[in-house]
């Protein structure tokens, strides 16, 4: 893993940063001497156990659901209150994937898709823009935003959504020097799948993707702390393909 003297001391907000994706993210995070600061929202199980397991003073867990506003805003309170500084870099990787027949998807699997994987980033966006010198915003969008998915067709546009955002945010950033940018994973190894979806997953990879086989969550963080460090400092308003090569666009 790189070291990025840039994010030493950083207070960084990764959302969903206690399992999967996230928890790669906060663990590169911890390594480079950040200031992490990991939400979830339902498996308290599962963040006490990431916490015990880290012992790090670097490391806040909080439990904050993005979609409601009370608990994004006492987010930031919690942070002032932990650490006393304001947030640098935010991580918008919360996200939900529910997979299922078209005909079966209801409105309110769409509205818990989008206040989950857009609402939320955006009002995190916003705030961390209006209210603190944030240096860098890194969005988690997904391949399935890039070529549609069947089996999560309202999944797929939130994350096209997420790709359009990261754009605009970009020029919304730019007038205080904040870079935005999206990464888009392809199949990764992560609890957002059952072990029977993984094992055909798995099987697939090896005709649909040309590395032939399932990405890993560090590699997604590679990229992402790649993002947030002064390393990319002249990258915004773009989105990287983490996909082992099974979509080019
Ligand atoms: N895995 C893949 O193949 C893949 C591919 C492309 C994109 N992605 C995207 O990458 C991101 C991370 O995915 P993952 O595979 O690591 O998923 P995961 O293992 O299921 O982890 C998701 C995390 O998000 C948290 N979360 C869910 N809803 C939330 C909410 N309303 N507020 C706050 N936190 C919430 C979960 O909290 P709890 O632990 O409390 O449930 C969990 O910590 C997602 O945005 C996903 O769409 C994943």
Known sequence: MAVYPSLKNKVVIVTGGTKGIGQAISDALLANDALVVATYV????????????????????????????????????QIKVH??????????????????????????DWDETFET???????????????????????????????????AP????????MVSMTRSLSRLGSAQQCRVNAVSPGWIETPIFD????????QKAKDEILLGRLGQPEEVAAAVLFLLSDDASFITGQCLNINGGMYFG
């Not at 339902?42 to 012992?55: G, I, Y």
């Not at 072990?195 to 798995?202: D, G």
């Open 42 to 77: 339902h498996d308290e199980h599962n963040a006490q156990a990431f916490l015990q397991a880290r012992t790090s003073q670097k490391l806040l867990v909080v439990q904050s659901d993005v979609s409601k506003s009370t608990m994004r805003t006492e987010l930031f309170s």
């Open 83 to 108: 650490w006393n500084q304001s947030v640098d870099c935010l991580v918008n990787n919360a996200g939900i994937l529910q997979q299922k027949p078209f005909y079966d998807i209801t409105e309110n």
């Open 117 to 151: 994987n857009l609402k939320g980033a955006f009002f995190l966006a916003q705030s961390c823009l209006q209210s603190t010198p944030v240096s860098s915003i890194v969005n988690i969008a997904s391949i399935g935003g890039q070529i549609g998915g069947d089996k």
């Open 154 to 161: 309202h999944y797929a546009a939130s994350k096209a959504a």
């Open 195 to 202: 072990a029977k979806k993984l094992s055909e997953l798995q």
